[in-house]
Structure formats: structure tokens, C-alpha cells
């Protein structure tokens, strides 16, 4: 008697138990079209931005959002080169009001497209603020509807490599061969974007090749959503005044393209930039392209593979979710005052000539950083969903910082996503200062303290620890 009754509550136990557990992992995934009018600032490649005159491919706001019993995240890519925190603060709030959805626990970033607006106000028109507005709108949009369309889930990952198509676009050169950098300095052992040197030795740093693929899908097979990850720069190859979400948008286009199932929602393809602050475009090995060619080729050959990958990946639904952000304050490199000066001196002599072709902009962005605050306070987050990991900074990180991640991670399988939730500008390691080069020179797209790099690493693993 008293056997069989153990029996029973041990078969009421059970079932109590897989009740508990029976929604598991849901997820839902939506797009809004967050694509510029004409008039809007366009980014171009550096220095060469103006207003939007067409349309080559569409930019979308992107968003998954990932449940357990107790958590609830957005993971949501842009489509634009860099979007600061308020913009994405003003998006979390949106979507905070609508469905109560913690703002720290949506991570935002943006893919570093050069054919699409930059989401920071720096010298910008009416109509660009008013993009702005429009653009964190449709962002909390994005989330709102991936939130109204979860369901019961299961999520695969993996990787590939994609050895020959990334490289370091800094180069390490012999000592006194590297011309001056647009202060008028010389000394430096980088070239980089607009260096020049006679003695290039090797490239300056290591690229991270790996291409890493999550997968969602609901419990039948069918796709909800493939978030892309990978380290390259951005592809380039537009024309002038022409929008487009390169190699990100091309990727993501074809991945919905290839993973909807017919009579289902349509699968949401995202792509994140990983780790990119030194790596170059694509290696066109001798390939001409004519302009948007190369985006399509490169976004249709990592689709390709990532499809492949994907029908081969174990899907698992009893994923617990956890994330963490922090906020963290560093320095800032505020110009001296004997700089200040020097740029003053460029502005107030705009015919004079110059020591570099862009020392007036850097003069411009010395007067910039002089009206800085001395700290700037960023946010770093990270993400566990059963064995995956990720981890996110607001600025373009260096693959060593990356590898770093990866290499340190308590985690079996970690990602980083980069530009996410603010725009902090380049990261180079502290070795990498010393040796100089654009992505050292200070301006706004390069401003915190010399040991940031390790600051925000130490800082990320940190998060990830706790998630453990
Ligand atoms: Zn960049």
C-alpha cells in the first residue's frame, strides 16, 4: 500500500515537473523598414556623405526576442553605420511603455553599413532629427512585433570559417617610413585608412574568421529567425547618394528568402558585425565588381553556407535565458591645449596648406573632443541562452579584443556583437595606440582613454562569469 502511494506522487511529481517546463523556449521575429527619404544625410565612405538621392536596397530595423518561463530579450539589428544611445534609449523606452519589456534587457546595435545614415547628431539638418525620431519609433516597432508573435521555440548554433575573405587594414611598418598623421606628427607605425609608408612589414593584428549562425525555430522545423555574426568591416562598392544595407542586408534578404516556409511567417535574417574595428572589405582576389556586385556575391555566398549550416544543426528547446548590463565609465582623450590650439590656427586659415589631406576635419573633430565631457559612461551587456553566449560593446572593437572574448569565456559558445546600444567610437588595444594610425587618431569616432579596450573585456567577462 504504502509502496504504490510513492508510485502515485512520484507520477504526480513527474508530470507537475514537465507541466513546468512544457512552454520552455519561445520566440518571435519581426522587420520595419526604416529606409531614409531623399534629403536625409547619407555616411559615404569617409568624408564623402551627402544627401540620399536613391534607393539600392531597403534598411530594416530587425528583432528577435527570445523567452524563457521567467525571461524575456530583444536581441535587434539597424541598418545604419552607428546609432547613439539616445536614439536606442528612446526606442527601449517606446517599447517599455507599450508592453513593459525591461530596457536592459533589449540589446540594439547597428550593422556599420556606409550607405545608410549615421543615427548620431553630429551637424546634422532638420530632416535628419526628425529620421532620428522616426527611425527609434520604427526600432521599438521591430521588438513590439516579434514580442506579439512568440511561440514555442527551439534555437541550434554553430560556426564556419571564412578564412580568405577577411584581413587586418592595419599594417605594421619599418621605423621613420610612415608620413605624418593630420596633425602633423610623424613617428607612427601604422598604415591604415589614408596612411602611407614605403615599408610596410606585415599586417599589425590577427582577424577573427569565424562566421557564427543561431538559429530559431518554432517546434515544427519552421525558421522564425537566423542571426548572422562576422567581422568584416563593411563590403562597400556603392554609388554616391545611393542607400543600402551591404552585405548585411544582402545576407539577411537572402537567408528570408531561403528559409520561409510557404503558408508561415516569413523568417527574419539578421546580421551582426562581430569584432571589426581594423578589418578591411572584402578581399576581391583580383574579382572587378561592378558597384553593390560584391555586397550581393559576398551576402549571397554567406547565406549559402549558413543555409547548409543550419539543416544540420540540433535544435534544443529547454534553453535557459539570462542577461546582464552594466554600465561602465571611462576617461575620454580631450585634446590639449596646444592642440586645441593647432586646430584653431587650421580653422581660422582655411587656404593655408596643410601637413595631411584631412587635417581640417581632424582640426574640426579637435574642436569637437575640447567640448566633451571628460568621461563618457557606455553600456556593456551579456546574454547566455543555454550554452550560447554573447556579448556586446558601443564601439568598433579590434579582433584581438574579440578573440580575447572568446578564448576567456566561461561560456562553451560566445559571440560579440559590437556598435551596440551607443556609438563610442574605435577600440584599439593600448599596443595598438602606440603604434598610431586613423583608428588612434582622436576625433569622435575615436575618443576613449588609451586601456579601454581591456577596461570593457575585463568588464564583459565579468557579466558573463555571473551568468554562469
Ligand atoms: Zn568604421
Not at 530579450?73 to 513593459?100: N, P, R, T, W, Y
Request: aromatic share 6%.
Amino acid at each position: 500500500m504504502k509502496h504504490s502511494l510513492t508510485v502515485i506522487l512520484l507520477v504526480v511529481n513527474l508530470s507537475l515537473t514537465s507541466n513546468l517546463f512544457a512552454e520552455g523556449l519561445r520566440a518571435g521575429a519581426a522587420k520595419v523598414d526604416i529606409t531614409p527619404p531623399e534629403g536625409v544625410s547619407l555616411d559615404g565612405s569617409i568624408s564623402k556623405n551627402g544627401p540620399v538621392t536613391g534607393v539600392h536596397d531597403p534598411l530594416h530595423a530587425r528583432a528577435l526576442v527570445l523567452a524563457d518561463d521567467e525571461t524575456r530579450i530583444a536581441i535587434v539589428i539597424v541598418d545604419a553605420c552607428m546609432v547613439e544611445e539616445e536614439v536606442f534609449d528612446d526606442a527601449k523606452k517606446l517599447v517599455h511603455q507599450e508592453s513593459g519589456f525591461p530596457t536592459d534587457h533589449m540589446l540594439m546595435a547597428a550593422t556599420h553599413t556606409h550607405a545608410a545614415p549615421r543615427l548620431i547628431h553630429i551637424g546634422t539638418e532638420p530632416i535628419d532629427d526628425q529620421y532620428h525620431r522616426d527611425a527609434a519609433q520604427k526600432i521599438a516597432q521591430a521588438v513590439l512585433e516579434a514580442e506579439k508573435h512568440l511561440v514555442s521555440a527551439q534555437l541550434g548554433h554553430g560556426s564556419f570559417r571564412l578564412e580568405g575573405l577577411i584581413a587586418c587594414r592595419r599594417f605594421l611598418c619599418e621605423p621613420g617610413t610612415v608620413a605624418v598623421n593630420p596633425f602633423g606628427e610623424s613617428g607612427e607605425r601604422i598604415k591604415s585608412v589614408a596612411g602611407k609608408s614605403t615599408g610596410v612589414i606585415e599586417p599589425a593584428g590577427p582577424v577573427d574568421p569565424e562566421f557564427s549562425v543561431i538559429s530559431v525555430q518554432d517546434r515544427d522545423g519552421h525558421q522564425i529567425a537566423a542571426l548572422g555574426n562576422f567581422s568584416v568591416h563593411y563590403c562597400g562598392g556603392y554609388r554616391r547618394g545611393m542607400v543600402s544595407a551591404d552585405y548585411f542586408g544582402q545576407f539577411s534578404e537572402q537567408m528570408e528568402a531561403k528559409l520561409s516556409a510557404r503558408g508561415e511567417r516569413p523568417a527574419i535574417g539578421l546580421m551582426s558585425n562581430g569584432t571589426s574595428g581594423n578589418t578591411g572589405a572584402f578581399q576581391n582576389r583580383g574579382r572587378k565588381f561592378q558597384p553593390f556586385e560584391g555586397m550581393e556575391y559576398y551576402g549571397r555566398m554567406m547565406a549559402e553556407r549558413s543555409a547548409e549550416l543550419i539543416s544540420k544543426l540540433e535544435h534544443k528547446s529547454d534553453l535557459d535565458i539570462e542577461m546582464q548590463q552594466t554600465d561602465l565609465t571611462l576617461n575620454v582623450r580631450k585634446p590639449s591645449a596646444e592642440r586645441i590650439a593647432w586646430a584653431k590656427e587650421i580653422v581660422a586659415h582655411p587656404d593655408k596648406p596643410t601637413p595631411h589631406r584631412w587635417s581640417k576635419i581632424y582640426a574640426d573633430e579637435t574642436l569637437h573632443l575640447s567640448r566633451f565631457p571628460e568621461q563618457k559612461t557606455i553600456k556593456i551587456q551579456a546574454i547566455k541562452v543555454g550554452d550560447l553566449a554573447i556579448a556586446s560593446a558601443p564601439c568598433e572593437v579590434f579582433a584581438e579584443t574579440g578573440l580575447a572574448l572568446k578564448k576567456r569565456s566561461p561560456h562553451p559558445k560566445t559571440i560579440h556583437i559590437e556598435l551596440a546600444n551607443g556609438y563610442a567610437g574605435y577600440l584599439p588595444p593600448k599596443e595598438q595606440h602606440e603604434l598610431g594610425g586613423y583608428e588612434t587618431w582622436p576625433a569622435r569616432s575615436s575618443f576613449l582613454e588609451v586601456d579601454a579596450a581591456r577596461k570593457i573585456l575585463e568588464t564583459q567577462l565579468q557579466l558573463l562569469e555571473g551568468l554562469k
